[in-house]
């Protein structure tokens, strides 16, 4: 379940609070003290056997004796009753409780289930949603219900507060009123038996009194359930995460340096990122993050100016600009030059711009003019301490006008302490960001630079899919099954490389030889110089056995290193089975980088990708960046960006520059190996070669899975469904109708181009003269796990496509209803292509179990109204005319054949 029901949890119009108590310091007495003296103006219902009034209110010895249906239902009663409260408030018809009680998921209720499990039993016949077990509660300040045992009421605001600690919770309430920091919903989830994370997101993602959702994270559950909801909140507002618990999980030992490298905490923060939302380290940091989001301006780049009138204080701003990954903007010399004509001979000249201390308010305001000026940059952090020859204030108001003339965000450091108020009211007051440190304010600034990173992967749009890249996943299947039916799982390196070749990634040759003898022959058939290597299921690393030889030019030199490999063996591994050597072409590339692709699977998040720096000493370098597929050019080349390596990657000196393009479609290919071969538990490259001519994959391991270990859902972001991709006869040819994809968007442009203005009209419901970035982003990178958009278009699903027509279904998170909309583009009306977009959305949704497919349609539009009665929509007239007609069809009329006629 997701938002089903949820109103009555964050909305309710009525409380009843069972095992309400007036025993002092009980939970049961502090829950119904705190609801009562709200400004709640809802019904109230005390619920216990024991008192015939509670704070005021008539009490009610059970539920069934309550004169109304609660909307809602607070228990914080022992362990042993809530299962049968739960069963007996759904009998009754209430539809969301909050379980405060503690211990649930440790006791059993003697048939085999925790009382956990039995509560959760109880309320689903009745659609009854549970927040909890072992929570605080919940707080909702717009409404004044505060059902909790917290020791303070939240003030109302327009802030959404989501923590899994209680302890936690009730000390982020206690700061932030100390701070007059307000809320719309003050939410802690507990055990998140039920309702959780993501349909918490999903529901304040579109709540219109919430500007900014604040969680508190220990653990995710259901990975995929929560990308969706997070990418779809982040979306419309700013996201802002704690995640506490930065250890790997587990304490198995990884196999494969991917394994081992891939930690849990990495994994979280690239599904923050991926989500589009940011993530911070402390919670002051989750409402110092809310301010600057509400407050700064847009960035467009990522570059800062530092004007300061003292040395020390930009040289410390500095400092936690470049340790937290910033970039200090390069003043080039017509800005120099401009400076020099308002600043003393004796300033700075560089960036930090130092003012010097004696600086007078014109100064300031002619400084910072010419910073928010310059082409090179795009922020501006502004720091002032304390001087007696200009006053704070003075120099705030002439700054405020100025910085509101600026063309970019202005960030400011009011160093000190009482003097320095009234300079910070004025800019608090004016909306205008301001910090009491120059580190204070440098984080401020990354945290913009960090959340504008993540929203664009959210909009960017990748480039076109390579035309040559068609796997062969048949072949990469039956290598997989081979090893798996001989139940092993590990794959020989000859055959990991296969698999990679499989999916277009350039392997070396390679060759198995069972002894010495069979060595070199087959040296002699690849042509020296070659490398042999040790063949065996029981070593996971070759080189640390001395299982590797490399340069070996004669015949001579192969035979010595297959003795050599199996003296060192028996020696340093005496148990390890022996298959015999792997002999493979010596690859010369002396300007290559040598580096590390994997692949891992994460108990939260499933399989995991990882890029960095390869080699031998892989981990004790860690560099490395972690990404959940799938990948598009994008996201490949973020990941690329996000290690140390890339900047090598970029040449130096003699050094020429990598063909990045070559990592970028290996990173690719790896994703999409991924999303099609179940049976890959772990994956290794390492090293890979790349340099200026490309890349070459030197050495694989691969372990695998049975299938039947392998979930079909185990992707957190569900990839593109290529098995939706159909071609189909028209108009006296083929077309193919697939799933949309990011790398769409300039077709979409050009169609929505081509549609002439009473089919944008029928479309939009009214005129629309183009579609920005955003807006084309937001139709074609969906997300394929709540929303289809199908395509016709004419190619073969690969390449340069143009698109003829587009239909499209958007589901609630219950996939109860799904709302669509068609259209085609406006010469190619009447031919049947409506009809064929129609017919495969309704197989989808029918496929998919969603219940309903709903439309509005405006009412002059007779040939949208004709296909959808030909395909049995239900069309409703709504009274007053019928300007715009909705149409509806159920699920147990879909995947019909249409009646006869035009689209």
């Known amino acids: 379940m997701s938002l089903r029901n949820l109103d009555y949890l964050l909305r309710p119009t009525s409380v009843a609070v069972i095992g309400a108590s007036t025993r002092p310091q009980s939970v049961g007495a502090t829950v119904i003290d705190n609801v009562v003296s709200g400004t709640f103006n809802g019904a109230i219902y005390p619920v216990n056997p024991k008192y015939k009034t509670v704070a005021g209110k008539s009490a009610y010895r059970r539920i069934a004796h309550l004169p109304e249906v609660p909307d809602l239902a607070v228990i914080c009663t022992p362990p042993r009753t809530v299962p049968d409260l739960i069963a007996e408030l759904g009998e009754h018809g209430t539809k969301a409780a909050v379980v405060l009680t503690a211990g649930l998921s440790r006791e059993s209720d003697g048939q085999g289930r925790t009382l956990q499990q039995a509560m959760l039993d109880a309320a689903h016949p009745y659609l009854l949603r549970v927040l909890g077990p072992n929570c605080v509660g919940l707080m909702l300040p717009n409404i004044g219900l505060n059902a909790s045992f917290a020791h303070t009421h939240p003030l109302p605001g327009n802030l959404a507060f989501v923590s899994q600690s209680g302890a936690l919770a009730t000390a982020v309430l206690d700061w932030a009123k100390s701070r007059n920091i307000g809320f719309s919903s003050f939410i802690s989830v507990g055990d998140s038996a039920d309702v959780d994370f993501g349909d918490l997101l999903d529901y304040l993602g579109?709540?219109?009194?919430?500007?900014?959702?604040?969680?508190?994270?220990?653990?995710?559950?259901?990975?995929?359930?929560?990308?969706?909801?997070?990418?779809?909140?982040?979306?419309?507002?700013?996201?802002?995460?704690?995640?506490?618990?930065?250890v790997a999980e587990g304490a198995r030992a990884a196999a494969s340096h991917t394994g081992a490298m891939a930690g849990s905490d990495s994994v979280y923060?690239?599904?923050?990122?991926?989500?589009?939302?940011?993530?911070?380290?402390?919670?002051?940091?989750?409402?110092?993050?809310?301010?600057?989001?509400?407050?700064?301006?847009?960035?467009?780049?990522?570059?800062?100016?530092?004007?300061?009138?003292?040395?020390?204080?930009?040289?410390?701003?500095?400092?936690?600009?470049?340790?937290?990954?910033?970039?200090?903007?390069k003043l080039n010399d017509a800005t120099l030059a401009k400076l020099d004509a308002v600043l003393p001979d004796n300033w700075s000249r560089s960036n930090p711009v130092d003012i010097i201390g004696d600086a007078p308010t014109q100064r300031y305001v002619d400084a910072l003019q010419i910073l928010a000026q310059a082409s090179e940059v795009d922020a501006i952090l502004f720091i002032h301490a304390p001087s007696a020859i200009v006053g704070s204030e003075a120099i705030a108001n002439a700054l405020v006008p100025a910085i509101e003339a600026a063309g970019c965000s202005v960030f400011s450091c009011w160093l000190g302490g009482d003097s320095l108020q009234n300079a910070r009211r004025l800019f608090a007051d004016e909306g205008l960001p301001a910090y009491s440190s120059p580190e204070d304010a440098a984080k401020a600034f990354m945290q913009l630079v960090n959340y504008q990173r993540n929203q664009r992967m959210l909009m960017e749009t990748p480039s076109s899919i390579p035309t040559t890249f068609k796997p062969d996943s048949h072949r990469a299947s039956a290598l997989i099954q081979t090893a798996v039916d001989e139940q092993r799982d590990l794959l020989s390196e000859a055959e990991a490389k296969q698999l990679l070749a499989a999916y277009g990634i350039p392997i070396v040759e390679t060759r198995v030889a069972e002894n010495a003898d069979r060595a070199v022959s087959c040296a002699r058939e690849i042509g020296f110089p070659v490398?042999?290597?040790?063949?065996?299921?029981?070593?996971?690393?070759?080189?640390?056995v001395g299982g590797v030889v490399l340069h070996l030019d004669n015949t001579g030199q192969v035979r010595a290193a297959c003795e050599g490999i199996i003296e060192r063996v028996a020696s340093l591994q005496p148990g390890a089975r022996l298959q015999g050597f792997t002999v493979q072409s010596m690859v010369s590339k002396p300007a290559a980088h040598e580096l590390i692709l994997g692949v891992a699977n994460d108990a939260i998040f499933g399989p995991v990708l990882l890029f960095g720096q390869g080699g031998t000493a892989v981990e004790v370098i860690g560099d490395r960046a972690v990404a959940l597929p799938p990948l598009n050019q994008v996201l490949a080349r973020e990941m690329v960006l996000r290690t140390r390596v890339a900047r090598l990657l970029a040449g130096y000196r003699d050094r020429p520059a990598v063909d990045l393009d070559a990592i970028h479609a290996t990173l690719i290919k790896l994703s999409q190996l991924v999303a099609d071969l179940p049976q890959v538990a772990e994956l290794d490259i390492n090293p890979l070669l790349a340099d200026a001519d490309g890349v070459i994959a030197l050495d694989a391991r691969v372990r695998v899975m049975p299938v039947a270990d392998a979930s079909a859902s185990r992707l957190a972001i569900r990839p593109y469904p290529q098995e939706l991709e159909e071609s189909v006869a028209f108009n006296n040819g083929q077309i193919m109708v697939r799933p949309i994809r990011p790398e769409d968007e300039p077709a979409h442009r050009a169609f929505f181009d081509h549609l002439s203005s009473g089919d944008v009209r029928f479309r939009f419901f009214g005129q629309v003269k183009e579609l920005s970035h955003s807006q084309l982003a937001r139709y074609t990178q969906i997300d394929y796990d709540r929303e289809m958009a199908l395509v016709a278009v004419e190619s073969d699903g690969y390449g340069a496509q143009e698109t003829l027509g587009v239909t499209r279904a958007v589901g609630d998170p219950d996939n109860e209803t799904a709302e669509f909309a068609i259209i085609v583009r406006s010469d190619l009306k009447g031919k049947g292509l409506g009809a064929i977009l129609m017919n495969k959305l309704i197989r989808y949704c029918a496929d998919r179990g969603t219940q309903t497919l709903v439309g509005e349609v405006l009412g002059g539009n007779e040939r949208m109204l004709a296909l959808a009665r030909r395909f049995g929509f239900e069309v409703s007239v709504p009274r007053g005319g019928a300007h715009q007609v909705r149409l509806e069809l159920a699920a147990y009329r879909t995947g019909s054949e249409p009646a006869p006629g035009d689209d």
């Open 531 to 544: 490398a042999v290597k040790v063949l065996s299921q029981d070593i996971s690393h070759k080189s640390d």
């Open 269 to 329: 923060d690239a599904a923050i990122r991926r989500a589009g939302m940011l993530r911070v380290d402390t919670t002051e940091d989750l409402f110092d993050a809310v301010e600057t989001l509400a407050r700064a301006r847009r960035c467009t780049g990522e570059s800062l100016a530092i004007l300061t009138n003292g040395g020390g204080p930009g040289v410390m701003a500095t400092d936690a600009l470049i340790e937290a990954g910033g970039t200090l903007a």
């Open 206 to 246: 579109s709540d219109t009194k919430t500007s900014a959702i604040l969680l508190y994270v220990e653990s995710i559950d259901e990975a995929r359930k929560f990308m969706s909801a997070a990418r779809a909140a982040a979306r419309n507002k700013p996201v802002i995460v704690v995640k506490s618990g930065r």
